[in-house]
């Protein structure tokens, strides 16, 4: 009895066994394709920033794409007296990036970015010790854009002496405290930022437009900023010898 019960199972094994060898011998069809190398790449935002006709400084030469250093002046004004001719400087910047850029702002690098100091004749003047920023409280500033014609006033007051031209539109009257030190004041960091948006060719705000296309030399915008320090300066002898330092920052955006 157990001799059968063995030969039973292994007959059922061995037709098992014979089933699956017969099953992989059977075929079936198959089709596939791959798509390869397939990437994602980000584009860039490089804003060049060119002081008068001086060399470009690239904003991918400072960390987290921000050259805080290395790009030049664009006004060194010395031996200046109260009502003389205002001291004009240009900056050009430029969007040399793959992308265009939605805003663009300029503003002061910090809070009460302006600085008084003396200068080496100023030292020697003991009736003149600097207690607050006179010359930074006095000296009006204006930031007028000139591109490829335009002329738009976005920081100062139209047709005031030595600031933005009388035919010129201020952006709102907000920008209309002219001085440095208002400026370091009021538009500091990017919270105080001046929205520099698009001009159209007849000097007005336009509608619509790219506020810094990276076209290379044709979404440049050019800014003249200009220096002037009135008669109507007061207490004038405590403004002798000064020297005031300031910056601008200007920022693009995506």
Known sequence: MLGTKKLLLAIAGFGLAAAGTAGGTFASFNAETTNAGNTF??????MTNTANSGTACFSGAGAGNAATAGCSSFLAGANVAPGAARQTGTVTV????????????VYA????????????????????????????????????ETTGGKHYCWYGVA??????????TTLNSSNA?????????????????IDLA???????????????????AAGARTFEIALYLPNSASNQNALQG????FGLTWHIDS
Do not use: Q, W
């Open 41 to 46: 790449a980000t584009g860039t935002l490089t």
């Open 94 to 105: 430029k969007n040399d990036g793959t992308l265009d850029a939605s805003k663009l702002y």
């Open 109 to 144: 690098p910090t809070s009460g970015d302006c600085v008084d100091a003396k200068t080496t004749e100023g030292n020697t003047l003991a009736f003149n010790p600097i207690t607050a920023k006179p010359l930074c409280g006095a000296t009006l500033m204006s930031i007028e």
């Open 159 to 168: 047709g005031a002496t030595g600031t933005c031209e009388s035919t010129l």
């Open 177 to 193: 405290t002219t001085t440095i030190g208002a400026f370091g004041t009021s538009h500091n960091a990017l919270a105080g930022k």
């Open 198 to 216: 698009p001009v159209s060719a007849d000097g007005a705000l336009a509608t619509s437009g790219t506020p810094l296309a990276a076209t290379g």
């Open 242 to 245: 000064l020297k005031s330092t």
